[in-house]
């Protein structure tokens, strides 16, 4: 068990829709990464968040947003929800060690 | 797009076979990590190379690095059960982004 946790475990929403999820980091961990991964596919990289600001993105529209709070904990929100936007949805936390610990995830599915 | 590509894209195997799995990258790497990753829910961390290194052992594990092919290979000795899983490459090209490979797959048979 890595310690970072995620919610929700699933989630179903319509098309155009909007979608928040949460992750809770390891403790002592500052950084925060998002990714997706879409079925039969590697995780692809949305965003960091390091002491509560934007520290890198990915190619993803700027329809994906997050916020990182003071426990660093972290939110990723993503708004007029498309279909392709089905996929699971990973947050992992790290220190300086490079090492990332994942969470569980959370299936999302756009119907 | 990905960064790694790992080869094969399947893999089975009977249970006490090695499992050997190769992961292409394109760009210049700080370091290289491996992921295991069960029923298509988080990942778990496995082993990081860096660099500098050519070859690394973790328990069952060994993993090799040949940065002038941009090459790694990961082997399981004495498969088990358990160690039915995706597995990814994953790339640190700079300090924020870990790219990861599309994975393979490994079935050991009992």
């Known amino acids: 068990e890595t310690g970072v946790t995620q919610s929700p475990t699933h989630l179903i929403k319509t098309r155009g829709q909007q979608v928040t999820l949460r992750c809770s980091s390891q403790?002592?961990?500052?950084?925060v990464s998002w990714y997706q991964q879409a079925l039969g596919q590697g995780p692809q990289f949305i965003f960091q968040y390091y002491r509560e600001e934007e520290n890198g993105r990915g190619n993803f529209p700027p329809r994906f947003s997050g916020l990182q709070f003071p426990n660093y904990s972290s939110e990723l929100n993503v708004n007029a929800l498309e279909l392709d936007d089905s996929a699971l949805y990973l947050c992992a936390s790290s220190s300086s060690t490079l090492e990332q610990f994942f969470g569980p995830g959370t299936r999302l599915t756009v119907l | 797009s990905q960064q790694g590509e790992e080869d094969p894209q399947a893999l089975s195997i009977q249970e006490g076979e090695n499992a050997t799995m190769n992961c292409s990258y394109k760009?210049?790497?700080?370091?290289l990590q491996w992921y295991r990753q069960n029923s298509g829910r988080g990942l778990v961390h496995l082993i990081l190379?860096?660099?500098?290194?050519r070859e690394k052992h973790s328990g069952r594990l060994r993993v090799t690095l040949d940065t002038s092919k941009k090459s790694s290979s990961l082997l399981i000795t004495a498969s088990r059960a358990a160690d039915t899983a995706s597995y990814f490459c994953a790339t640190y090209a700079n300090d924020y982004k870990l790219s990861f490979g599309a994975g393979t797959t490994v079935t050991v048979r009992a």
């Open positions: 760009t210049s790497i700080n370091n």
């Open positions: 403790s002592g961990h500052n950084t």
């Open positions: 190379i860096r660099s500098n290194e």
